[in-house]
C-alpha cells in the first residue's frame, strides 16, 4: 500500500491510498461523511486480485487538506473527483461510494456516465431530506470532542449514525487512523467539521442520466426509507441492485467481505 498526494481546485492537496493491483482494472473508493480513505481498508483487501483499487480522502476528510474558506458541496466533491480520475490517469474507472461518498458518485455519473465504467452506490439518498441537512449543520456548529490521548481517542471513536456492528478489532483500527495530534499534545478528529454542513445537489431527476451499468449495494438495515433503493434502480437505465446481509448503514465496516463479494460479481461483468 502506498499514497500520492496532488492539489485540486482552491490549492487544495487531496491524498489517495494506492492498495496495490496496478495494471488491473482501476476501481476507485470514495468514502461517507466524516470517514477516510482507510475505512476501505478490509474491503481493498477482498478486491485487489483482480482489480487495481484506490481510496481517495475527500476535501477535508483524512490525510486531505481542509479548505481556509467553505467548500464542503456536492460540486466540490465531483470536481475533485473529475481531477483525480484525470490527474491519476485512470481512463474510465468504476467508482464505489458509500453514503455521502456515493452521493457524490452519483452526482459524478450524472455529467461524467460516458467516461466511467460503473459506479456502485452504497446506501445512498439521491437527495438528502432537508431535516438532514439542518441536524448535520447543527451538528457541525457544535466543537468536537478532544483526547488527551490517542488510546481515549479510540476508545471514545463513534460513527455516524451510531448504529454499527462492525467487529472491536475493525472499529479500532479505522478509529487509529481518524485523529491526528495537535501542538498542545490533545488528539483531535481529522474530519474538518464543516464538512457536516452540506450544500447537496438534488440527484433524483438526474438518475436517468446515468448510462454506465450501475449497482445499488442496500445493507440488511438501511436507513433509506423501504422502496427507495428499488425506484433508484429503475431510474438508471442499467441499473442493478445487491443486499449485504449481516450489515446496517457502515457496510465497509459492519461487513467488508459481504460488501466485496456483492461488487467483486459486477465488477467482474462490468470489466469483462
Known amino acids: ?3 500520492c498526494e496532488f492539489g485540486v481546485a482552491g490549492g487544495i492537496k487531496l491524498n489517495c491510498v494506492d492498495f496495490g493491483g ?4 482501476p476501481v476507485l473508493l470514495i468514502h461517507g461523511g466524516a470517514a477516510h480513505a482507510r475505512w476501505w481498508d478490509f474491503v481493498a483487501a477482498d478486491l485487489i486480485d ?16 481542509w479548505s481556509a474558506e467553505w467548500s464542503y458541496g456536492t460540486r466540490h466533491y465531483v470536481a475533485d473527483l473529475q481531477a483525480v480520475i484525470e490527474q491519476l490517469d485512470l481512463g474510465a474507472p468504476a467508482l464505489v461510494g458509500h453514503s455521502m461518498g456515493g452521493h457524490n458518485v452519483m452526482c459524478h455519473a450524472i455529467r461524467h456516465s460516458a467516461s466511467l465504467r460503473a459506479i456502485a452506490v452504497i446506501d445512498s439518498p439521491p437527495n438528502y ?5 439542518a441536524a448535520l449543520r447543527e451538528l457541525a456548529a457544535k466543537p468536537g470532542r478532544r483526547f488527551d490521548s490517542l488510546e481515549e481517542a479510540i476508545a ?24 491526528r495530534q495537535g501542538d498542545d499534545g490533545k488528539w483531535d478528529y481529522k474530519s474538518d467539521r464543516r464538512t457536516m454542513i452540506r450544500d447537496p445537489i438534488r ?29 433508484m434502480v429503475e431510474q438508471m437505465g442499467r441499473g442493478r441492485i445487491a443486499t449485504v446481509p449481516a450489515s446496517h448503514h457502515h457496510v465497509p465496516l459492519d461487513n467488508p467481505r459481504g460488501l466485496a463479494a456483492a461488487l467483486r460479481p459486477f465488477l467482474d461483468d462490468v470489466f469483462a
Open 203 to 231: 440527484a433524483w431527476d438526474g438518475l436517468k442520466e446515468i448510462r454506465c451499468p450501475a449497482l445499488f449495494v442496500k445493507p440488511e438495515k438501511s436507513v433509506l426509507p423501504p422502496g427507495v433503493a428499488e425506484k
Open 129 to 133: 431530506p432537508a431535516d438532514a441537512v
Open 1 to 3: 500500500m502506498k499514497t
Open 50 to 65: 483482480r482489480y487495481h483499487v484506490l481510496a481517495l480522502d475527500q476535501r477535508g476528510h483524512g490525510d486531505s487538506a
Open 156 to 179: 471514545g471513536f463513534r460513527t455516524i449514525p451510531a448504529d454499527t456492528i462492525a467487529a472491536p478489532e475493525v472499529l479500532a483500527h479505522v478509529a487509529a487512523l481518524s485523529f
Open 22 to 25: 496496478s495494471g488491473n482494472p
